[in-house]
């Protein structure tokens, strides 16, 4: 019995069923140790000209973007050269504490086609482009398969389709509170009576029990009916954060991290901007930045600093601005680094530059580091992975190249 059929089968007898918040998986492995690692995916190709905005290279005003406001519009001067877009003002903390930092000019080795499918799923799988069939699971499940003190407790996953970066045969638990159950202490006693005869059903119930409060707020409900209608109401997420559940996802995620989870990874999406650039990057870089700084609120200092969090799109898009607004599908992006194990302070880049020639086939920021050896690099320095296996077996083809020293 999964957790969808023990709910749907449990509505017949008597329960609510509140129908939830949060349509994203948020997959979760336990791992040996106390280093903490959040991957977040941003899905649709986030502007990494806009986001980390080279705006003391000679060339960025001759792209037709607008420029940083640095003059009360929030945006952060970083270095002299890199600016941070307002939207992610609520990061200055991080940034100035040398918790957060950038690696600019980076991509997956996927060019020319720039299929927003094609992409996510490389970025996942962790593999260089090519004709031949993806693996069959993704490369932070790679990871956890070569950790012989992993533990997960039993694998789920509700409500949409598992997050290819943790699928594969080592065991990780997968998420979305997309629906909770409340059970009058009646309906409890009566489901367990019904399934005691059957050992193999009594035990399904009692892990249906326990995924369905694992969220902490229990599955008996002893109050009445109208106090269980409003703990439906409440269990339930706000039309806003529908539209943008990256706070409520970090919640979630930090709440298991505190525990015996140590791997997160979720995604947020709306960073797919052809036309109106202006008005939607930055909806989509609040919703980063409060993920960002509710993953560090709900961990707490301890937890927060051994912590890493990294969020990665599927390609950078390009370098000048379009006639609607927006900008296409490019190559060179930019990587997010936050989190109190994170050397930051930093935009880490072999900065190509923006001169028409510089750029990919004229067009794209150049890439001039594999995304991939940055997250290899991070793997290395959290868990003591062997080079050898990371550039043959987790990210296979991959040169890590040197040391960017991304952690304290």
């Not at 043959?392 to 040169?399: A, K, S």
Request: hydrophobic share 40%.
């Amino acid at each position: 019995m999964d957790r969808r059929s023990f709910l749907t089968r449990s509505a017949a007898l008597g329960c609510s069923l509140a129908a939830s918040p949060l349509v994203t998986p948020v997959s979760f492995a336990a791992t040996p140790g106390e280093h903490r690692l959040v991957v977040i995916i941003l899905r649709g190709g986030m502007d990494g000209l806009a986001a980390v905005s080279p705006y003391g290279d000679p060339d960025f005003a001759t792209l037709g973007r607008p420029a940083p406001d640095l003059d009360g519009g929030g945006a952060l001067d970083l270095d002299g050269r890199f600016a941070m877009h307002g939207a992610l003002s609520p990061l200055a903390p991080l940034w100035r504490a040398g918790e957060l930092g950038f690696a600019h000019a980076v991509s997956i080795p996927y060019r020319d086609k720039r299929s927003h499918f094609d992409g996510q799923d490389l970025l996942e799988a962790g593999v260089a482009a090519s004709d031949a069939p993806l693996p069959g699971d993704g490369w932070l499940n790679r990871l956890v398969q070569r950790m012989p003190d992993a533990t997960a407790e039993t694998a789920y996953a509700i409500g949409g389709e598992p997050l290819r970066i943790l699928q594969g045969p080592a065991q990780v638990n997968r998420w979305t509170p997309e629906a909770d159950l409340r059970l009058s202490p009646q309906a409890v006693l009566l489901t367990r009576r019904v399934m005691q005869a059957d050992p193999a059903m009594a035990a399904a119930l009692d892990t249906a029990m326990a995924l369905a409060g694992g969220d902490g707020d229990g599955v008996e409900f002893t109050g009445s009916m109208g106090d269980m209608m409003a703990a439906m109401r409440d269990d339930m997420m706000s039309g806003k954060d529908r539209q943008r559940p990256g706070a409520a996802l970090a919640r979630f995620a930090g709440e298991q991290l505190r525990g015996a989870a140590r791997i997160a990874c979720y995604s947020l999406t709306g960073w797919d901007t052809h036309r109106a650039q202006a008005h939607h990057l930055p909806r989509a870089l609040t919703q980063l930045a409060q993920s960002v700084t509710t993953l560090k609120e709900t961990l707490g200092a301890g937890a927060w600093g051994q912590t890493t969090v990294v969020a990665v799109t599927e390609f950078g898009r390009t370098a000048r601005w379009n006639g609607t607004g927006g900008t296409d599908h490019g190559s060179g992006g930019v990587m997010v680094l936050a989190g109190g194990a994170v050397r930051g302070g930093r935009v880490i880049t072999d900065w190509p530059g923006l001169d028409e020639a510089a750029l990919y086939k004229r067009r794209d920021v150049m890439p001039t580091r594999d995304l991939r050896a940055h997250l290899a690099w991070l793997l290395r320095g959290l868990y003591g992975v062997e080079r050898t296996a990371l550039e043959t077996t987790i990210f296979p083809g991959l040169d890590m190249g040197d040391d960017p020293e991304l952690l304290l």
